[in-house]
């Protein structure tokens, strides 16, 4: 490195380093240890970085071997289910699938119409009990009037 720019970072004059060889090495390895922990230190920087990374990578490597068995998990088991569907669909003839279906249909329209039963009978019950308080009512009131002297 020259004087001058040993000069300039030390920020001294060149007068002062031709004249003081001794300051001039001094400076000098203190600037060469400088320039050596700088490089270490960026090393070791570059390390950890790499190390990061590398660690970022592996678990990104797990992610995917973990990801890539779940979804043949998956996709056997789909395989299954839809086995399972095609055994079934074959036991049902396209008649027996017309019945069952005929059946369904007649049974929810029974359910609607006991449901619409179910309600009329609701409210008849009810107008039977109103009329009955009314009739107590009516009943009360006239023995009422058969027992109160004149």
Same mark, same amino acid.
């Given at each position: 490195m020259s004087v001058a720019a040993?000069? #300039?970072? %030390?920020?001294? *004059?060149?007068?002062?380093?031709y004249d003081?060889?001794?300051?001039?090495? %001094?400076?000098? *390895?203190a600037m060469d240890e400088a320039d050596k922990r700088r490089t270490l230190t960026l090393a070791d920087q570059d390390d950890e970085r790499e190390a990061t990374s590398r660690e970022r990578a592996?678990?990104?490597e797990g992610a995917?071997? $973990? %990801?890539?068995?779940?979804?043949? %998990?998956q996709r $056997?088991?789909?395989?299954?289910?839809?086995?399972?569907i095609s055994d079934l669909e074959a036991?049902? $003839?396209?008649e027996a699938i017309q019945r069952i279906t005929t059946e369904n249909t007649t049974l929810k329209?029974?359910? #609607?119409?006991?449901t619409a039963d179910n309600r009329t009978l609701d409210e008849r019950l009810k107008a039977a009990r109103s009329n009955l308080r009314f009739q107590? #009512?009516?009943v009360a009131d006239l023995e009422a009037q058969l027992a109160a002297p004149d």
């Open positions: 040993v000069a #300039r970072r %030390a920020d001294v *004059s060149r007068t002062f380093l003081n060889p001794e300051a001039r090495d %001094a400076i000098a *390895s592996l678990n990104a995917l071997k $973990t %990801a890539h068995a779940e979804i043949l %998990a $056997t088991r789909i395989g299954e289910l839809l086995g399972q036991e049902w $003839t396209e329209q029974r359910v #609607r119409q006991l107590d #009512r009516r």
